[in-house]
């Protein structure tokens, strides 16, 4: 039983390694305005991902994700934005007393 787990735990991670994106190559290059996304605008990014990704589906000049941005500090923003509005700040749960 043990080495059947083993088994389906790592068919599960290559599974999940195997579906990973691969590197941007317009990291730190500027847009055509010469911009270049960073933390800030990831976090605003990441605040309103949820209507830009129910706008980009009806729109082929929205997206979800700015490719021209900065690298970590960039995904940095847009992760802790996303996070703030789906589970950590604006809607998250209060705890029942």
């Given at each position: 039983m043990k080495k059947f787990a083993a088994l389906v735990f790592l068919a599960v991670l290559l599974f999940s390694i195997s579906c990973a994106p691969g590197p941007n190559k317009l990291t730190k290059t500027p847009d055509l305005e010469g911009e270049v996304a960073g933390f800030w605008l990831g976090l605003w990014h990441g605040l309103i991902a949820p209507i830009t990704f129910i706008v980009s589906l009806f729109s082929d000049k929205v997206t979800l994700?700015?490719?021209h941005n900065s690298?970590?500090?960039y995904?940095?923003?847009?992760?802790l934005g996303a996070g703030l509005f789906l589970s950590g700040g604006i809607l998250g749960r209060k705890k029942k007393k």
């Open positions: 994700y700015e490719v690298g970590g500090w995904n940095f923003g847009f992760v």
